[in-house]
């Protein structure tokens, strides 16, 4: 299921993205691929996650997210060409998942907008940004916080997970969410 998932938007986004087309892809291309791209992720890692909870109990199941989020990231930029992440205001891996400026700047603008009543499903932010490299496309899509999300992210969490998180982010923030907060945001650029 994994594997086939990875695998048939691999050969899609690999067929949309030949070289010479992305410097002629309008911004509506690039804002599809990036939704694919996310798509994949979010599906490949929730199957993950719901997977070792049911097997294993949460304290089993930081490990999913430790180690199968950034692979699951690493692996969708090999294939796709794209830089693709995860970032939040309050991170847990931060060594990982800081925002940079342009992010933070649009991580506030998800909230202000969730606070003026937008839903945060699907709420996204496109930029072409100017770097030493040259033009950069950059794509951020909110992560709204689920059910299944506050077994390790939710408000007084059992002390055995809560001395895991402990141990493996000693500066941990990523706790008191409810359902329906933004829990981060899935982040994507590509050169143009
Ligand atoms: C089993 C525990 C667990 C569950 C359940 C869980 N997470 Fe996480 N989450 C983690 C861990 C551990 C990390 C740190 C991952 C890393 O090192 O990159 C993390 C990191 C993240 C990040 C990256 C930003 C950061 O804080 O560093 C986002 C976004 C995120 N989780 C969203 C979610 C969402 C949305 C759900 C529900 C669909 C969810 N998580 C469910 C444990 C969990």
Sequence with gaps: MTKSLLAGSALALAAAGATSMYAMATTQDDADQARGIIKTFATTLQGELKGAI????????????????????????????????????????????????????????????????????????????????GKVYRYMQAIPTQQVCLACHGKDLPPDLAAALDKAYPEDQARGYSVGDIRGAFTLSKPL
Excluded: H
């Excluded at 304290?59 to 180690?67: D, K, M, R, T, Y």
């Excluded at 060594?95 to 998800?110: G, H, I, K, R, Y």
């Excluded at 969730?114 to 699907?122: M, R």
């Design 54 to 133: 049911k097997s294993g109990g949460p304290v089993n199941a930081v490990w999913v997210c430790e180690e199968k989020a950034p692979a699951i990231a690493a692996q969708l930029s090999e294939q796709t060409g794209w830089d693709v992440g995860r970032t939040s205001l309050k991170t847990r891996n931060a060594a990982l998942n800081t925002p940079d400026a342009w992010e933070q700047t649009v991580l506030e603008q998800f909230e202000s907008r969730k606070a003026n009543g937008e839903s945060p499903k699907g709420m996204s932010y496109a930029s072409v940004v100017e770097t030493d490299g």
